[in-house]
């Protein structure tokens, strides 16, 4: 009975460790993917447009952020800083 849990330990140990490997795998993944594509959009700005770019970044679409990291005090920030400039 001890020989055999233990087995049996060892082999769900394995198999809990090439789970989280290839999870961590997938993830990595789909990081590289996301960034590509982001690269992909980012190259496509012109200047002049900034304030576009900024509005596309913060996705102000509430529907599409529920998933996505919290990121309002980044925005406000960046639209406080539309509305009144930093002078030079």
Same mark, same amino acid.
């Given at each position: 009975l001890d020989a055999n849990s233990q087995k049996q330990e060892a082999?769900?140990? &394995?198999? #809990?460790?090439?789970?989280?490997? @290839?999870?961590?795998?997938?993830? /990595?993944?789909?990081?590289?993917?996301? &960034?590509? #594509?982001?690269?992909?959009?980012? @190259?496509q700005f012109f200047p002049? /447009?900034?304030w576009e770019n900024v509005a596309w970044l913060c996705n102000f679409n509430p529907k599409s952020r529920k998933q996505a990291k919290d990121i309002s005090q980044r925005c406000s920030v960046l639209i406080s800083l539309k509305q009144a400039p930093l002078v030079h």
């Open positions: 082999e769900w140990k &394995e198999k #809990a460790i090439k789970e989280l490997e @290839d999870e961590q795998l997938q993830k /990595t993944k789909a990081n590289r993917a996301a &960034e590509e #594509a982001f690269v992909n959009d980012i @190259d002049g /447009t900034e």
